[in-house]
């Protein structure tokens, strides 16, 4: 069974730290990258940061400096590790499979991150 449970999210003030967890099952993590993504009120769903295998990361444009990827491969998870937060951070963060193709499994309930200014 294909299973991504995110954790982590919180309210917190401008300037403040986060870490997100995304636990994966056995059947996808080894052979997939990994990308977390975030969809705000009203805005459409975007990538925020991806991890291959090989562990090889990205960030966006947008967080670079402040966002960081991490997979622990012994725990089939993956981290976003988020400092220096602004409100415009404010969404629900999920995790999938990044692919350049945009194949992804059944969402998770993802976790929301809310900053306040």
């Known amino acids: 069974q294909v299973q991504l449970v995110e954790s982590g999210g919180a309210l917190v003030q401008a300037g403040g730290s986060l870490r997100l967890s995304c636990i994966v099952s056995r059947s996808i993590f080894s052979s997939n990258s990994i990308g977390w993504y975030r969809q705000a009120p009203g805005k459409q769903l975007e990538l925020v940061a991806s991890?291959?295998?090989?562990?090889?990361?990205n960030v966006v444009d947008s967080v670079k400096g402040r966002f960081a990827i991490s997979r622990d491969n012994a725990k089939r998870t993956v981290y976003l590790q988020m400092n220096s937060l602004k409100p415009e951070d404010t969404a629900i963060y999920y995790c999938n499979l990044y692919s350049t193709t945009g194949t992804r499994v059944p969402w998770g309930q993802g976790t929301q991150v809310t900053v306040s200014s």
């Open positions: 991890a291959t295998t090989g562990g090889i990361t």
